[in-house]
């Protein structure tokens, strides 16, 4: 019997090229590469900008149905079909996320692919990398200590204490930090007030780095972020403390896209890391447009299902940088399909061809959701060993019912070459120039009313509930002139709904938003729903027990 290797193991053994020579498939030279080391590097903003005017290529992404214990594969499928395009001649690449150190130590993982479909190098990757996510976290705190400082000395802008809306960020799950007092311990130590903490992924710095797009952008998007009000209500910024110039500093080499390698050599940007289900879910604006410049196709993700990543790639990323997608992947399984078909983990590897009929229904309302933004879909079947034949075909017929194809794709075991079939057809939908996008929902439309679209066109729920406050509080934004913002959904990831037991495709249903969030310089209005939390916390048994060094030194349990 074969022996089947961790995908850390696979890793490891990977025949890596130097970075110079990756730079060099994309035309890129030694001058404009900033290594890391022999494996990695950042593309330089001198480079970035040589870029403009060029013609781009196709842009694909790859979402999911609602993510489950079964697991889905998402961005193994990514890399997957990033490298099955260039196997069949085609000039592509991938755009993908950062990992959290916050999910590797937990129970989600990494954020690189699996099996044979990884980018590498892997530890580095869904560990410290290239230090962006603490650049970010670094700027962000810096904010939030100058803002105490500044009521400290004197409170020259008259900030209101009581209205400080600007919360600390750190990149680990940590519940015991969502709400804290600071400043205890007498004058010498400030002003005491209520907090709390978030998770590096969802702070406004991150989405910022990820929406801006230049150095220049940048620094007017930091300086727009609302830190708090005054006892008349009215905002203080970044800007207002002088905080935004130094912010930008920190962050200056992060906003450089970082440049690795597919286990096949092909050329990856890894850049950026909001989660979809607390943030906006998608790697930078920089990294995709630089990539569609340089390759003919490039392929991309979104965070967690169609119903959150893909919706905010279309709705904020694409209508916030001008990006037009030109084919859509929906990743599902068969065990996906068995458990939103009411089938228990432990009986996955049963046959059971009712309970992939049934769970579908998940699966059919993501395809109807992606058409609806007018780009062609096709389905990847991520294949486990336990899929019988007559569970594929259901899962197949089903999405023929749909006007789609559904495609088996084996690259988890066999890298490039178990994907050429998705590879093809995915080509074909992006030469195709059916794509005909548009976001669901228009700038003019009131606040609540883009929730409520959200709600009712992509979750099929029947009503937004919502205490006065935030209807108070969304008004008095539009009154300010933030009316025109796009709003960023905050809700579990497991359902359509705000219940994540409530699996395949539910129907209406209430979602309650109980806060809302106004990031102004990241360009939309985020609304918490249900018991989502923006801090999340850790498992029983968190990964991190795992987690270790071995005799050689190398590390051992990361996956």
């Not at 990756?22 to 330089?44: Q, R, T």
């Not at 009215?234 to 002088?242: E, G, H, Q």
């Not at 998705?422 to 669901?440: E, K, M, T, Y």
Request: net charge neutral; hydrophobic share 45%; proline share 4%.
């Amino acid at each position: 019997m074969t022996e089947v290797l961790s995908d850390i193991a696979i890793a490891r053994a990977a025949t890596k090229r130097p970075i110079r020579e990756i730079a060099e498939k994309l035309g890129i030279s030694e001058a404009d590469i900033v290594p890391y080391g022999h494996d990695k590097a950042k593309i330089s903003a001198g480079f970035i900008k040589s870029l403009e005017g060029r013609p781009t290529g196709r842009l694909i992404l790859v979402t999911a149905v609602n993510p489950t214990p079964a697991g889905e594969g998402k961005t193994t499928t990514t890399v997957g079909l990033g490298d099955g395009l260039n196997r069949i001649g085609k000039k592509a690449m991938i755009c993908i996320r950062e990992a959290s150190l916050g999910p590797n130590f937990g129970m989600k993982g990494g954020a690189a692919g699996g099996g044979y479909a990884q980018v590498v190098p892997m530890e580095e990757m869904n560990l410290h990398f290239t230090g962006d996510f603490h650049a970010i976290t670094t700027a962000h705190n810096l904010l939030a200590a100058m803002i105490d400082n500044h009521i400290h000395w004197g409170n020259e802008l008259g900030i209101d204490s009581r209205r400080v809306t600007f919360r600390r960020v750190l990149d680990m799950n940590d519940r015991a930090l969502r709400g804290v007092v600071v400043s205890l311990g007498g004058p010498a130590n400030g002003f005491p007030r209520q907090s709390g903490f978030d998770i590096t992924v969802a702070s406004e710095v991150m989405a910022i780095l990820c929406l801006a797009g230049d150095l220049k952008d940048l620094e007017r998007r930091l300086g727009d972020i609302i830190v708090g009000y005054r006892r008349d209500k009215s905002p203080v910024t970044a800007r207002d403390l002088k905080a935004d110039g130094a912010m930008a500093v920190l962050l200056k080499d992060a906003m450089q896209p970082n440049l690795v390698q597919t286990l096949e050599n092909n050329p990856a940007f890894v850049h950026g890391g909001p989660f979809a289900n607390i943030a906006h879910g998608c790697n930078s604006v920089v990294a995709t447009k630089t990539a569609l410049r340089l390759a003919d196709y490039v392929v991309t993700e979104a965070g967690f299902g169609a119903d959150l990543g893909a919706e905010k790639f279309f709705d904020i990323k694409c209508r916030k940088a001008g990006l037009k997608p030109d084919a859509a992947v929906i990743v599902a399984t068969v065990r996906a399909m068995k458990m939103n078909g009411g089938v228990a983990k432990a009986d996955l590897g049963t046959e059971d061809v009712a309970a992939v009929r049934r769970g579908c229904a998940n699966l059919g309302r993501h395809i109807e959701n992606v058409k609806g933004f007018g780009v062609p879909v096709v389905v990847a079947i991520n294949h486990f060993v336990s899929d019988t034949e007559a569970e594929i075909e259901a899962l197949k017929a089903y999405a023929a019912e749909l006007g789609t194809e559904a495609i088996l794709c084996r690259h988890w075991a066999k890298g490039s070459a178990g994907i050429e079939d998705l590879a093809r057809r995915v080509a074909d939908l992006a030469d195709s120039g059916v794509a005909d996008f548009q976001p669901i929902y228009g700038d003019d439309l009131t606040l609540l009313d883009k929730i409520e679209t959200v709600v009712k066109r992509i979750y099929r729920g029947a009503e937004v509930t919502a205490p006065q406050a935030v209807r108070d509080q969304l008004a008095a934004w539009e009154e300010a002139g933030y009316g025109k913002l796009p709003v960023c959904m905050a809700k579990t990831q497991y359902s359509f709904s705000t219940d994540p037991t409530l699996r395949g495709a539910p129907e209406g249903f209430s979602v309650h938003v109980r806060e809302v969030r106004l990031s102004a310089g990241a360009g939309f209005v985020v609304a918490i729903c249900g018991e989502i939390m923006t801090m999340p916390g850790l498992p029983s048994k968190p990964a991190a027990e795992s987690i270790r060094l071995n005799a050689d030194g190398e590390i051992e349990g990361l996956f």
